[in-house]
């Protein structure tokens, strides 16, 4: 994968959609009033928060709505919250304006995906959500200091924690039949030095946050192990991040499947690995020992 067919794709996805152009599907509305005005239909906003959802400085959203009033489309109003602030909403016109762009870009909308099957509709559907949920992971990781690398003997009894506080976070510490109660767990170093494994642990802010290993298996099996993050870390799109690169490790080392074992308690986890495109399956491939693990998953990497 590399950065520039992406890149490509998404400025001709932009000049078709015609989100350059002054105006918006016919209307006397340039992209930024739009968003706004729809923005508005749900709630009268604050500049401040309108400029946080729409990614913009404070000072290019009061250009836009001073704009907006003097063509009364928006009026203002003192925040009912906030007697020191002023909120907008949308006018009788601006109602108007706004039910006639929806009519006009849902039209064309209808045009588009008319030349769709179903399938491919959500698969694009789907793929959108995941390039938008992408994006804004690295806008929360970009406000952070990130480190990933390969786990070092000094991480031992850090990412050894780590499993422990997850387990016990969930209530799980007086099952057994998990990893926390495996005899390496405080040499994983050691462990995932072998060839064909690897493990890699995240430094956020410099403190050992979290990790993920590759372990071999059976012939052309792989067992993706050991996924624990501290709540610091989580929702930024982190532990997707790591995963992406353990199963391209994976890819790179040979194997043609991944499998893992989890519980229905990590229910994070278990829609993560489904995002990954992870299958549940009726049966266990090799012995881990975690008997307890009654999530069974596997993922071609074909």
């Known amino acids: ?39 508005l239909n749900d709630e009268p906003l604050s500049g401040l928060a309108l400029s946080s959802i729409l990614k913009i400085d404070k000072s290019s959203v009061s250009r836009m709505l001073q704009s907006l009033k003097r063509e009364g489309l928006v009026e203002s109003l003192p925040n009912p919250d906030d007697g020191r602030s002023i909120i907008s909403q949308l006018t009788a016109e601006g109602r108007l304006q706004l039910a006639d762009l929806n009519d006009k870009t849902n039209a064309y909308s209808a045009k588009i ?31 952070r200091t990130i480190t990933i690398r390969h786990i070092e003997a000094r991480d031992n009894m850090a990412i050894a924690e780590i499993i422990l506080a997850v387990f016990g976070e969930y209530g799980l510490l007086d099952r057994e039949g998990f990893s926390f109660s495996d005899p390496s767990l405080y040499q994983l170093s050691e462990v995932y030095s072998q060839k064909g494994s690897g493990y890699w642990v995240v430094e956020l802010d410099g403190v050992v946050s979290g990790g993920v290993g590759i372990a071999p298996m059976q012939d052309g099996y792989c067992e993706l192990q050991k996924l624990y993050f501290l709540p610091s870390v989580r929702g930024m799109g982190i532990a997707r991040r790591m995963i992406v690169s353990a199963l391209e490790f994976a890819r790179q080392e040979g194997y043609r499947d991944c499998y893992l074992e989890s519980t229905a308690e990590l229910k994070e986890s ?33």
Not at 278 to 288: A, W, Y
């Open 270 to 302: 278990i829609t993560l690995y489904q995002s990954l495109g992870f299958e549940l399956v009726n049966q266990r491939i090799g012995d881990s020992g975690h008997h307890a693990c009654e999530i069974l998953m596997l993922k071609s990497l074909q």
């Open 113 to 143: 995906i008319r030349q769709l099957d179903s399938t491919e509709y959500d698969a694009i559907v789907q793929s959108m959500k995941k390039y938008l949920s992408a994006i804004r992971s690295v806008t929360k990781q970009a406000e």
């Open 1 to 39: 994968m590399e950065p520039k067919a992406l890149r490509c794709l998404s400025r001709q996805l932009v000049r078709e959609l015609g989100v350059m152009d002054k105006s918006v599907s016919g209307t006397r509305l340039s992209p930024l009033q739009a968003h706004c005005l729809i923005e």
